[in-house]
């Protein structure tokens, strides 16, 4: 379920708000064991989302780097070479 949620800080372009939330979402689903909660607890859910949004949103946009930002594309590939010699083609 996890695998979902990606490095986000030092890329190139940086990531945007969407990307952040689904990192919250993938969160979420984790602690909670619920990839859709039921009605009663469907609040709680999306409150924690808004939540860790608003947090990781904060964190990425407190940190600092000295390192060159990260090429999406270029991590991309690696990652699917990964994925490829782990999983196979």
């Known amino acids: ?17 969407d990307e952040i939330r ?12 619920f990839r859709k909660p039921s009605a009663a607890n469907q609040e709680a859910f999306d ?4 939540k860790i ?3 990781a949103a904060e964190v ?3 940190l600092v780097t000295n ?4 090429n ?3 991590e991309a590939t690696k990652a699917h070479a990964r994925a490829v010699r782990r999983f196979g083609a």
């Open 60 to 62: 990425l946009g407190s």
């Open 67 to 70: 390192a060159p930002a990260k």
């Open 53 to 55: 949004t608003r947090a």
């Open 47 to 50: 409150k924690s989302v808004e």
């Open 22 to 33: 689904a990192a919250a979402l993938q969160f979420v689903r984790k602690i909670s064991g």
């Open 1 to 17: 379920m996890c695998r979902s949620i990606k490095t986000l800080f030092n890329l190139e372009p940086p990531a945007n708000d």
């Open 72 to 74: 999406r594309d270029i």
